[in-house]
């Protein structure tokens, strides 16, 4: 049974095709600069690659090139739209309405639009792109919503409430959601398969351009790091992370900042990139700090104190901790910050193994047999999450 998943952005579309006896990636790619001016890239298992230029006008101009090049361009990997069991979407946004993955009916595409007052972004391309989907593979085919939310629907009130003003929760549904929990779900279940049994408290590390903490008890979420929004929590490649929420009055006063203007200095502006003033990317921010650039350095010393800090919160929260993780492009290949942590969580009895966190991007142990707390890497794989997902709805 082959699943096709698609990850849809504003100007963008990732897609995979996934042969699931195997789960094999049969071919894969991403549609970008849709509705600008347009190019893609597609991949198959065979080795075949093209990239190219192409009109993308709209989602639907994107689905139609990824058909045409599965279904019968040079390296195709099926016969026929039919080979295709279902496809998979994934959702940012799916409020209190969805706490688990769902079968996409017409009802569906109209909630996902209908979260645009809180998810003004991400889910009204989305519910477009879906639409646009059904539009080039057919009616027929079955189509399944996997939500970055849905995961942590599993957090008590005490955790996803603000302290403002309670009809801000019942009146517009202002709380925590917490995202990424796809990938979330993925770690920290196959940490259970790594591990031999599923971690009694465990805290997932998910540090990327965005990134967020999730503490895990018995494989529910009980707390996560992101909010509302996914600005919340940690600070990222230029989003600011929690900060005390007068800062955004005092400036936007000062500045004579307009709301969308705030919004792109908290979203695009701040984190790694704010503070270093040279990247949003941790790569340039360790390579700047390593030639002496002091702010860069700053960047780096706080996102791994808040690191720290956040994973001590959580282990009060769940009154100790028995396994850390980390996953994203920085928990998996950044070396020196996961050592670093590692030291600083020496007070819960943390140690390193220092041989084995060097490897990047590979499933290892990377704590000290003597540590009180299993430390691990696990690279990330939100795309099988979904198709596995999407899958059980049509076995
Ligand atoms: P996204 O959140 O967009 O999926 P990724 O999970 O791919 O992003 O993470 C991208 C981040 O990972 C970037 O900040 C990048 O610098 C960082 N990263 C990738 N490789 C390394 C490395 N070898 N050392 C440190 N950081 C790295």
């Given at each position: 049974?082959?699943?096709?998943?698609?990850?849809?952005?504003?100007?963008?579309?990732?897609?995979?095709?996934?042969?699931?006896?195997?789960?094999?990636?049969?071919?894969k790619?991403?549609?970008?600069r849709?509705?600008?001016?347009?190019?893609?890239?597609?991949?198959?298992?065979?080795?075949?690659?093209?990239?190219?230029?192409?009109?993308?006008?709209?989602?639907?101009?994107?689905?139609?090139?990824?058909?045409?090049?599965?279904?019968?361009?040079?390296?195709?990997?099926?016969?026929?739209?039919?080979?295709?069991?279902?496809?998979?979407?994934?959702?940012?946004?799916?409020?209190?309405?969805?706490?688990?993955?769902?079968?996409?009916?017409?009802?569906?595409?109209?909630?996902?639009?209908?979260?645009?007052?809180?998810?003004?972004?991400?889910?009204?391309?989305?519910?477009?792109?879906?639409?646009?989907?059904?539009?080039?593979?057919?009616?027929?085919?079955?189509?399944?919503?996997?939500?970055?939310?849905?995961?942590?629907?599993?957090?008590?009130?005490k955790?996803?409430?603000?302290?403002i003003?309670?009809?801000?929760?019942?009146?517009?549904?202002?709380?925590?959601?917490?995202?990424?929990?796809?990938?979330?779900?993925?770690?920290?279940?196959r940490?259970?398969?790594?591990?031999?049994?599923?971690?009694?408290?465990?805290?997932?590390?998910?540090?990327?351009?965005?990134?967020?903490?999730?503490?895990?008890?018995?494989?529910?979420?009980v707390?996560?790091?992101?909010?509302?929004?996914?600005?919340?929590?940690?600070?990222?490649?230029?989003?600011?992370?929690?900060?005390?929420?007068?800062?955004?009055?005092?400036?936007?006063?000062?500045?004579?900042?307009?709301?969308?203007?705030?919004?792109?200095?908290?979203?695009?502006?701040?984190?790694?990139?704010?503070?270093?003033?040279?990247?949003?990317?941790?790569?340039?921010?360790?390579e700047?700090?390593?030639?002496?650039?002091?702010?860069?350095?700053?960047?780096?010393?706080?996102?791994?104190?808040?690191?720290?800090?956040?994973?001590?919160?959580?282990?009060?929260?769940?009154?100790?901790?028995?396994?850390?993780?980390?996953?994203?492009?920085?928990?998996?290949?950044?070396?020196?910050?996961?050592?670093?942590?590692i030291?600083?969580?020496?007070?819960?009895?943390?140690?390193?193994?220092?041989?084995?966190?060097?490897?990047?991007?590979?499933?290892?142990?990377?704590?000290?047999?003597?540590?009180?707390?299993?430390?691990?890497?696990?690279?990330?794989?939100?795309?099988?999450?979904?198709?596995?997902?999407?899958?059980?709805?049509?076995?």
């Amino acid at each position: 049974m082959n699943i096709l998943v698609i990850n849809a952005g504003s100007s963008s579309l990732k897609y995979q095709l996934i042969r699931m006896e195997d789960e094999t990636i049969l071919c894969k790619g991403v549609c970008e600069r849709i509705g600008i001016d347009g190019k893609y890239s597609y991949k198959t298992a065979d080795g075949y690659k093209v990239e190219k230029s192409a009109d993308l006008f709209t989602h639907k101009d994107a689905f139609d090139v990824i058909l045409h090049e599965m279904v019968g361009g040079e390296g195709r990997v099926i016969h026929s739209v039919g080979e295709i069991a279902a496809v998979g979407h994934r959702v940012t946004h799916g409020g209190d309405k969805f706490s688990h993955s769902v079968l996409i009916d017409e009802a569906t595409i109209e909630a996902i639009n209908a979260m645009r007052s809180i998810s003004p972004l991400h889910n009204p391309p989305q519910a477009a792109t879906i639409r646009a989907c059904r539009s080039v593979f057919g009616e027929k085919l079955p189509m399944v919503a996997v939500f970055d939310t849905a995961f942590h629907a599993t957090m008590p009130p005490k955790a996803y409430t603000f302290a403002i003003p309670y009809k801000y929760y019942e009146q517009y549904g202002v709380r925590r959601y917490g995202f990424h929990g796809t990938s979330h779900r993925y770690v920290s279940g196959r940490i259970g398969e790594l591990m031999g049994g599923q971690p009694h408290r465990l805290i997932t590390c998910h540090l990327g351009n965005g990134s967020s903490l999730a503490a895990i008890r018995d494989g529910r979420v009980v707390d996560t790091s992101m909010g509302f929004t996914p600005l919340d929590g940690l600070m990222m490649g230029t989003r600011c992370g929690s900060i005390d929420p007068s800062i955004v009055s005092y400036i936007a006063n000062l500045e004579n900042l307009h709301e969308s203007e705030m919004s792109h200095l908290l979203n695009g502006e701040s984190g790694l990139l704010g503070v270093s003033g040279v990247s949003s990317d941790f790569r340039d921010v360790l390579e700047a700090a390593e030639n002496g650039n002091k702010r860069a350095q700053l960047a780096a010393d706080m996102l791994e104190y808040q690191i720290v800090k956040l994973i001590g919160s959580y282990a009060a929260a769940l009154g100790g901790v028995d396994a850390i993780l980390f996953t994203g492009g920085i928990g998996e290949n950044a070396v020196d910050l996961r050592e670093q942590v590692i030291r600083d969580l020496a007070y819960l009895g943390v140690t390193p193994d220092s041989e084995a966190n060097r490897s990047r991007g590979e499933e290892v142990r990377i704590s000290g047999p003597d540590s009180k707390v299993q430390v691990w890497v696990v690279p990330t794989n939100e795309e099988i999450m979904i198709a596995r997902d999407t899958a059980s709805f049509v076995q």
